[in-house]
T-cell receptor, first 115, second 113 residues
Framework: SAVISQKPSRDICQRGTSLTIQCQVDSQVTMMFWYRQQPGQSLTLIATANQGSEATYESGFVIDKFPISRPNLTFSTLTVSNMSPEDSSIYLC????????????FGSGTRLTVV | QQQVKQSPQSLIVQKGGISIINCAYENTAFDYFPWYQQFPGKGPALLIAIRPDVSEKKEGRFTISFNKSAKQFSLHIMDSQPGDSATYFCAASKETSGSRLTFGEGTQLTVNP
């Protein structure tokens, strides 16, 4: 299965600032997704990162708040903009390879605390 | 997002016992049903997955039972061990389209020594 490197692993940020999270995969993948996991909760999809085009956002998530880039088949970034304490969560990158046999692989996540 | 309902929310089992976690889904177009295991501070890791053309899949101590007519599937952990203590998530997707996973609410499993 694909190996994902997600950075940073954790950060403490001031309210009103922005944080960019990076997701690097060791092989070309078909699909890349960004999820949010609030403390003690399940995973909620933020958006699908599309290579070479704008991301597809789920209901309740907007590009101005969570801009996403995917310049190639192995790399994506998620920015959490104008942060508030409610944005404190774990943010996870997930990928599906060109061969689906290995299913969806997740990065180790970025634990964000907004103060 | 289409719902996947998971129960119980938490489960305590003695070492050597059987842990059973249940999930139910709504969307009959789902054709891929994985279970993920998540330890604190880690991302979810794929444990086992099933497709609707089979009713059961076993990998070591982990078994998925799938009931297509009832739109339910469950995870059985045989001979549960303290190292199995983690949060378990069921999920579903339409694999053939490579669409995103819809997750259940999660089950916090504690296996006592």
């Amino acid at each position: 299965s694909a190996v994902i490197s997600q950075k940073p692993s954790r950060d403490i940020c001031q309210r009103g600032t922005s944080l960019t999270i990076q997701c690097q995969v060791d092989s070309q993948v078909t699909m890349m997704f960004w999820y949010r996991q609030q403390p003690g909760q399940s995973l909620t999809l933020i958006a699908t990162a599309n290579q070479g085009s704008e991301a597809t956002y789920e209901s309740g998530f907007v590009i101005d708040k969570f801009p996403i880039s995917r310049p190639n088949l192995t790399f994506s970034t998620l920015t959490v903009s104008n942060m508030s304490p409610e944005d404190s969560s774990i943010y996870l990158c997930s990928v599906v390879g060109t061969a689906f046999n290995y299913g969806y692989t997740f990065g180790s996540g970025t634990r964000l605390t907004v103060v | 997002q289409q719902q996947v309902k998971q129960s119980p929310q938490s489960l305590i089992v003695q070492k050597g016992g059987i842990s059973i976690i249940n999930c139910a889904y709504e969307n009959t177009a789902f054709d891929y049903f994985p279970w993920y295991q998540q330890f604190p501070g880690k991302g979810p890791a794929l444990l086992i997955a099933i497709r609707p053309d089979v009713s059961e899949k076993k990998e070591g101590r982990f078994t998925i039972s799938f009931n297509k007519s009832a739109k339910q599937f469950s995870l059985h952990i045989m001979d549960s061990q303290p190292g199995d203590s983690a949060t378990y998530f069921c999920a579903a997707s339409k694999e053939t389209s490579g669409s995103r996973l819809t997750f259940g609410e999660g089950t916090q499993l504690t296996v006592n020594p």
